[in-house]
């Protein structure tokens, strides 16, 4: 039983088998999914299964370790909830690389590289704790003005009692690697990797890694812009799994959109989705409009139409555009092409020069 039961999780971890299911011994399997490095997972994490009798007992590279109860025979199972999202690797390049790269900003967009996130361009907050971060975007005059995106790192222990100084700011988190717990207005909340949260302005918040590996979360922040008649939106908690996504037209879902706020509702003024490409999928026009852009790519690689030039993406590359900056790309393969994508929308345009 142990060489089949190893036999099972290494092909299915190289990716060549669907999941299979087998019999269950409990000092059998814990043992062997510790040497896989599974992470346990926390009493309070938020996954839940109408299936009777399941229970999530590990994670390993992303997927549940999925203990079921049928007739009486335990079995175990794989269950997919996240995908493999790229996170910076810090470190300094060493002294005999070259300094090209592919870093360049313009008038109307810049490329911030994976290769540039390095130690030494990390930021700290205040009332932040075991903390770091890379600035990705902040407002800047006759760019991109509406918003700023944090990619965070919380050391083990880590997080913030006070996170948000601006009682006028609301918040995308956004997952990526490790396990974060999340109070919202006093009610707790476990993230794990895809897991997003909308924070609605004033309210109050706190974040804590009590795990034992770092957490690192995309953070959008955009001063909220009120509107008579329209009531603020109540904060949320969701997954990337948890929100089906929605195929563009005419695509045949080679190109789709995991939106999770509803486009219809006008409260909303910022939307932060997840665009997706199948392998050779496109962007087949220029793209030229009002909305600013922060796009982190999570996954793949693709070629760029940015204004005039073509540009090479990977995951782990950020690309901010300002309003007007034409846009398309071409997917690359082999596998899909993803991103984080923030925008603004549903407000009047300012009048007020800048």
Request: hydrophobic share 40%.
């Amino acid at each position: 039983m142990l060489v089949v039961l190893s036999i099972t999780l290494r092909c299915w971890l190289d990716g060549h088998c669907h999941p299979a299911m087998f019999p269950l011994y409990p000092d059998t399997i814990l043992f062997h999914i510790r040497l896989v490095n599974c992470v346990r997972i926390s009493e309070n994490t938020n996954y839940s299964s109408a299936d009777s009798g399941e229970t999530c007992i590990g994670l390993v590279d992303g997927s549940m370790i999925i203990l079921v109860e049928q007739q009486g025979t335990p079995t175990v199972s794989t269950k997919r909830i996240n995908r493999n999202l790229y996170v910076p690797q810090g470190g300094l390049p060493g002294q005999h690389e070259l300094l090209t790269g592919r870093a360049v900003t313009t008038e109307s967009y810049a490329v911030i590289p994976r290769g540039v996130q390095t130690d030494i361009v990390t930021s700290f907050l205040p009332h932040w704790h075991d903390t770091r971060l890379w600035v990705l975007a902040r407002p800047m005059s006759g760019f991109s003005t509406t918003f700023s995106h944090y990619l965070m790192e919380v050391a083990a222990g880590g997080g913030s009692e006070k996170p948000e100084p601006d009682e006028m700011a609301e918040g995308v988190l956004f997952v990526v690697d490790g396990i974060l717990e999340l109070s919202i207005a006093g009610e707790r909340h476990s993230l794990a990797t895809g897991g997003y949260a909308w924070l609605a302005p004033g309210v109050s918040w706190t974040l804590r890694n009590r795990s034992e590996a770092p957490v690192s979360f995309h953070w959008l922040r955009k001063r909220y812009q009120g509107v008579d008649g329209l009531p603020v939106p109540d904060s949320f908690v969701t997954r990337e799994s948890d929100v089906k996504p929605v195929a563009m037209p005419d695509t045949g879902g080679a190109w789709t959109t995991t939106r999770f706020v509803d486009p219809s509702d006008l409260r909303h003024d910022m939307h932060v989705n997840i665009v997706s490409f199948a392998a050779g999928a496109s962007i087949p026009f220029a793209e030229t409009h009002v909305m600013e852009h922060g796009l982190y790519i999570l996954e793949g690689k693709a070629v760029y139409r940015l204004n005039q030039d073509w540009v090479e993406v990977e995951a782990g590359d950020y690309l901010w555009l300002r309003a007007f900056c034409p846009q398309a790309c071409y997917a690359g393969g082999p596998g899909q092409f993803r991103y984080l994508l923030y925008k603004d929308v549903n407000r009047h345009m300012d009048l007020t020069s800048r």
